[in-house]
């Protein structure tokens, strides 16, 4: 089968982790231009991360090093709470 796209779901308190890398670098292989989400976005230990932009940047950062291109870096995020049932792209 093949796949026509992918949203990488990433703790915000806890940012991109080894499983993270591993599905984001067979993301961009593919050439697919992966969502973002950031899930627990409500939580306090992800909150400083989120106001200081440590997630968004270690993510930027993975995506540089697994060599993404143009198009690939201009991905959309997404901010939510799985468990609250909510989503948004404004960050507050």
């Keep these: 089968?093949?796949?026509?796209?992918?949203?990488?779901?990433?703790?915000?308190?806890?940012?991109?982790?080894?499983?993270?890398?591993?599905?984001?670098?067979?993301?961009?292989?593919?050439?697919?231009?992966?969502?973002?989400?950031?899930?627990?976005?409500?939580?306090e230990e992800s909150l400083g991360r989120l106001e200081g932009g440590e997630t968004e940047l270690e993510l930027m950062d993975l995506f540089e090093a697994l060599g993404a291109d143009d198009n690939q870096m201009e991905y959309r995020t997404l901010y939510g709470s799985a468990r609250g049932g909510w989503i948004t792209e404004d960050v507050d």
Excluded: H
Excluded at 16 to 37: E, R
């Design 1 to 43: 089968g093949t796949v026509d796209g992918v949203v990488l779901v990433v703790d915000a308190g806890e940012g991109p982790k080894s499983q993270t890398k591993y599905v984001l670098s067979c993301a961009l292989n593919l050439g697919l231009k992966p969502i973002v989400v950031l899930n627990k976005a409500d939580r």
